[in-house]
């Protein structure tokens, strides 16, 4: 392994600028973490303008940053409000606030930040080590094989995220069509534009993101969870004692390792793995009963498994150009913005892109670490800014924000649309992720699906039978028809209650 | 039920153990959203379907008139199309087997907040090329402190002047983007 692209990737992040946006990024993420209401999703969604103005390696820094960075203050809240800021964060709760009740918040609150510190750094080395291999795999993969994985990768997102499946997958459909909207890059012939001059050029990313993922978040917060403040539990000391240190080292290893494996794959990887680092550790303690009553390994495990998953969801993006889940998605269309397409090339052909991001990730964990030890202090004081102080002054980032990208009033309009669509979806239980996923891959899609087509002569059996993407679309099978897999598997333990019971 | 007291054997699986566990995390996920309103009911589910599948039959006839094309020589309305099918087979799948799905949500007396929050920001867009931003962002600023967030007049003043200060010199001093404005 050559590993001088490695070296010079710390050169790309040791440039003052991207350490700068590196502290900025994380700094936004644990305070968004932190902060009730916006998840890291809407944040970046919201930032994306920002990207334009500097270049593609700072821009994913900063991004990036955002997302493992608040992986790191959704963690705050869980032990101190009971309010788990992010999904991944909620098992954290059962111990994390039990230990917070026993006035040891500090005591979770320091393990939480070593184990996510562990769980990253592992993590960053696992993407090194196995990322540019994934994507030398990836370099023979042509159009059948992109279609497939779009569409792998689309259905991966619509079937594993929360909430009913059926409507997940119609929402990402939509996604697909509204991707085709504008001048169809093979005849030219313009769809649905209605004779619109602003519709031909297509629909941009980003005010679908702005609008499906921040605005509408700020919309649907103003209904309820308003006006409610907390008064946190107070924080001593958060060095973890060596006995607790020496309780969670087991953990902490395993969580490393089950988050790196589980973040790989698409849809909730963090939450999925934090849920199965628990178990674990529940399963293998000596004494089970501990937890949810303050085991420090139930603080330890979900936290490193989280943060493991988090840095590993990115090997998806960077060595296939698929995205496992929403944020990466965001990533995905801020890549492209930048004129850079995430890929199987990315290392060969933007080394300085791929290496820097990655390697700006062991800074940005240092980074972290700092602000959630010596300095927790500080973001536990930030609880206290009320939601209703937080929402106004995102609305009017997001909407200036939008007009700046193009200089067009069109844009707002554009966002303000799809705020409301948004806002809708979720009153009517459809989950806006796999629309917006949907629309980023939609043209990968559309177009290697038809370049496919082209190479087989019109015929579609060979998709099936060319063996990496027959493969592929084997597990689009096995995925379609996992929830009655599923059920069952699952109708059989409960039919031995009902036995027991009967 | 997990029992948290339960001996380790009692769990037969690690699979049972980790659906166990996420049964757990969604009741502390629902105990936390106990103040999202109560579902919608049937009508909802089927109206908010409907409205796909209005979706998925416009795509597929405005498709079907861009053009078909043949498989060896796709034409532009192909993709569209097959997309649209989906969207159409899936909705009417949803139309007869969502009827009694509780994940809608019912609009409430506080929705009306939504929708005021909704009529500042279109009035902000439609007023910003015309009178700058300055105005536009202090009057939503106002608007959603004061009546949308129920913060007190004196802090919803100060608050709304004081961001609307902190955004001109961050984007119009320092950063130089060129905002419609009044000064």
């Known amino acids: 392994m050559d590993i001088s692209p490695i070296l010079d990737g710390f050169g790309v992040v040791l440039e003052p600028t991207n350490l700068l946006y590196c502290l900025i990024g994380v700094i936004i993420g644990m305070l968004i973490g932190v902060l009730p209401g916006l998840g890291p999703g809407a944040t970046i969604a919201i930032l994306l303008p920002i990207t334009y103005g500097i270049g593609p390696v700072s821009a994913i820094i900063m991004l990036a940053g955002i997302f493992y960075g608040a992986q790191y203050g959704g963690t705050i809240t869980s032990v101190l409000l009971r309010l788990p800021g992010e999904a991944s964060s909620v098992v954290t709760v059962f111990d994390g606030f039990a230990l917070a009740k026993q006035g040891k918040a500090g005591t979770a609150l320091g393990i939480a930040a070593i184990g996510s510190f562990i769980g990253g750094t592992v993590s960053i080395i696992g993407l090194t080590l196995v990322a540019p291999v994934v994507a030398g795999f990836a370099l023979d993969f042509g159009p059948p094989e992109y279609a497939a994985l779009g569409i792998l990768g689309v259905l991966l997102i619509s079937s594993i995220g929360n909430g009913n499946k059926l409507k997940a997958i119609i929402a990402a459909c939509i996604g697909l069509l509204i991707a085709t909207v504008g001048r169809d890059t093979f005849t030219g012939a313009e769809r649905f534009t209605f004779g619109s001059l602003n519709l031909a050029e297509g629909i941009d990313f980003i005010p679908i993101a702005m609008g499906l993922f921040g605005l509408s978040e700020i919309l649907y917060n103003l209904e309820e969870r308003h006006n409610k403040v907390h008064s946190p539990a107070k924080v001593g000391n958060v060095w973890p004692s060596r006995k607790d240190l020496g309780q969670a080292k087991g953990a902490i290893g395993r969580g490393s390792l089950i988050g790196f494996v589980l973040g790989v794959l698409p849809g909730g990887g963090a939450v999925l793995s934090s849920l199965a680092a628990y178990a674990l550790e529940k399963r293998r303690a000596k004494q089970p009963e501990r937890f949810g009553r303050g085991a420090v390994e139930g603080v330890a495990a979900p936290e490193t498994a989280n943060n493991a998953a988090a840095t590993s969801s990115f090997i998806p993006l960077l060595t296939l150009g698929i995205p496992a889940n929403a944020t990466m998605a965001l990533m995905f269309g801020a890549l492209l913005i930048q004129g850079i397409q995430p890929g199987p090339q990315l290392v060969t052909e933007h080394p300085d892109v791929f290496w820097g991001v990655v390697n700006s990730m062991y800074i940005g964990n240092i980074l972290l670490l700092i602000m959630s030890i010596p300095m927790v202090g500080v973001f536990v004081r930030i609880l206290r800014v009320r939601p209703a102080i937080m929402a106004p002054i995102t609305v009017l980032i997001t909407l200036l924000g939008a007009y700046t990208v193009r200089n067009q009033v069109y844009d707002i309009f554009l966002v303000i649309v799809f705020g409301v669509l948004g806002y809708l979806m979720k009153k009517f239980g459809f989950e806006p992720g796999p629309l917006v996923l949907a629309f980023v891959l939609g043209s990968m899609i559309e177009s290697s699906a038809r370049q496919g087509l082209l190479i087989f002569g019109g015929d579609p059996t060979g998709f099936f039978t060319r063996p990496i993407s027959g493969t592929v679309f084997a597990l689009v099978v096995i995925v379609a028809a996992w929830p009655l897999i599923r059920k069952a598997i699952r109708r059989k333990p409960t039919d031995r209650v009902e036995e027991k019971i009967s | ?183």
Not at chain 2, 11 to 25: G, N, R, S
Not at chain 2, 65 to 83: E, N, R, S, Y
């Open chain 2, 1 to 183: 039920m997990s029992d948290p007291t339960k001996p380790p054997g009692a769990q037969p699986a690690q699979a049972v153990a980790a659906m166990d566990l996420q049964e757990e995390a969604d009741r502390l996920q629902a105990e936390l959203e106990e103040a999202r309103p109560p579902h919608a009911g049937p009508i909802s589910q089927v109206a908010a379907t409907v409205v796909a599948l209005a979706v998925g039959v416009f795509g597929a006839v405005g498709s079907y008139a861009l053009g078909l094309g043949q498989l060896t020589q796709p034409g532009p309305g192909l993709w569209p199309f097959a997309i649209s099918v989906v969207i159409i087979v899936l909705s009417a799948v949803l139309v007869v087997t969502g009827r009694n799905l509780q994940d809608t949500e019912r609009f409430s007396r506080s929705s009306l907040l939504t929708a005021v929050g909704l009529v500042t920001l279109v009035g902000l867009a439609a007023l910003l090329p015309v009178i700058g931003f300055e105005i536009p962002s202090l009057l939503l600023m106002f608007i959603w402190l004061r009546w949308l967030g129920k913060e007190s007049w004196r802090s919803s003043i100060v608050i709304s002047i004081g961001a609307v200060a902190v955004f001109y010199v961050l984007f119009v001093l320092l950063l130089q983007i060129p905002l419609p404005r009044l000064i």
